[in-house]
T-cell receptor, first 118, second 111 residues
Framework: EAGVAQSPRYKIIEKRQSVAFWCNPI?????LYWYQQILGQGPKLLIQFQNNGVVDDSQLPKDRFSAERLKGVDSTLKIQPAKLEDSAVYLC????????????????FGAGSRLTVL | GESVGLHLPTLSVQEGDNSIINCAYS??????FIWYKQESGKGPQFIID???NMDKRQGQRVTVLLNKTVKHLSLQIAATQPGDSAVYFC??????????WGLGTSLAVNP
């Protein structure tokens, strides 16, 4: 099966500019996640969608970050305006369904979008 | 070779040796644990998982051990190969709550 697709792979912007990342999850996966991974650290969950509804966005800096999954399939993550500390890899992941069974807990990740803010 | 939790984030082993990567978790209510491997420039890749009602689970060349008494998780890789070089993350989960990720251990395999 096709994996999780993300674009762009790399993006360099100046601070205060805006950027958008796109993710297409594995077909049929109901749950989609956006993670931020700063170099040398583990992934930090920004937002989790179940179909087109938000399950958890408690760590999303809502004054500058926004995400949507309008049709319950692909998703976009936007940063506006960007700050230097937003330099990171933005990982998208999907899973069949958030729930109790082990299979649904296994996230499949895309390759990530590396953002550099100058 | 063996690492000791998050205090030794880099583990270096000889090709062919067994590797042991350790992880200490904090939430005694966690009932699900998972290991991911992340190669440079790629997203994390699922290796193996285990539920809290088990002590051990084996996969292909990998074994996960869970000690709930001391809240410790380990990943054993048999006959380590150069392709095993990566950062390894453990993560824990309680019920339907989100995954909590560790900081990761970098494994370097020397030929």
């Amino acid at each position: 099966e096709a994996g999780v697709a993300q674009s762009p792979r790399y993006k360099i912007i100046e601070k205060r500019q805006s950027v958008a990342f796109w993710c297409n999850p594995i077909s049929g996966h109901a749950t989609l996640y956006w993670y931020q991974q700063i170099l040398g650290q583990g992934p930090k969950l920004l937002i989790q969608f179940q179909n087109n509804g938000v399950v958890d966005d408690s760590q999303l800096p809502k004054d500058r970050f926004s995400a949507e999954r309008l049709k319950g399939v692909d998703s976009t993550l936007k940063i506006q305006p960007a700050k230097l500390e937003d330099s990171a890899v933005y990982l998208c992941a999907s899973s069949p369904r958030a729930g109790e069974s082990s299979g649904a807990n296994v996230l499949t990740f895309g390759a990530g979008s590396r953002l550099t803010v100058l | 070779g063996e690492s000791v939790g998050l205090h030794l984030p880099t583990l270096s082993v000889q090709e062919g040796d067994n590797s042991i990567i350790n992880c200490a978790y904090s939430n005694s209510a966690s009932d699900y644990f998972i290991w991911y491997k992340q190669e440079s420039g790629k997203g994390p890749q699922f290796i193996i998982d285990i539920r809290s009602n088990m002590d051990k689970r084996q996969g292909q060349r990998v074994t996960v051990l869970l000690n709930k008494t001391v809240k410790h998780l380990s990943l054993q890789i048999a006959a380590t190969q150069p392709g095993d070089s990566a950062v390894y993350f453990c993560a824990e989960k309680s019920g339907n709550r989100k995954l909590i990720w560790g900081l990761g251990t970098s494994l370097a395999v020397n030929p």
